[in-house]
């Protein structure tokens, strides 16, 4: 994984990578129950809730939910940390899916079946 800002990547095998689509997916259900929750029943989150973190192989990435408020909806913030450096990325739940997608396709197109 790489961001356009850092010219750091993060290496990933293909258990990390299918774990970190888990999470994303995990994310976006978990904001969008936040979401539903706040908008029906007026019902706050005021704290993150952490989704979990996958090790890659020189870095990790993190996943939480953001609180929804009067203001704003529910959304996942990724970290991504390697040695001393750390960036993290505010996502929409339904971008989050739409990347969840993205990295399966990857995986499957990865896989060398013998």
Not at 44 to 59: A, C, E, L, M, P
């Amino acid at each position: 994984m790489k961001s356009k800002d850092v010219e750091e990547s993060i290496k990933m095998n293909f258990e990390s990578a299918a774990l970190l689509k888990i999470l994303m997916e995990q994310s976006a259900l978990v904001a969008e129950k936040i979401n539903k929750d706040f908008k029906k029943d007026n019902i706050k989150v005021y704290h993150i809730h952490d989704i979990g973190t996958v090790f890659g192989i020189d870095g990790r990435v993190s996943i939480g939910v953001l609180p929804a408020d009067e203001n704003r909806v529910a959304s996942i913030l990724v970290g991504f940390h390697k040695d001393d450096k750390h960036i993290s990325v505010v996502v929409k739940p339904k971008k989050i899916a739409l990347l969840s997608i993205i990295i399966t396709k990857i995986i499957s197109e990865n896989l060398k079946l013998d």
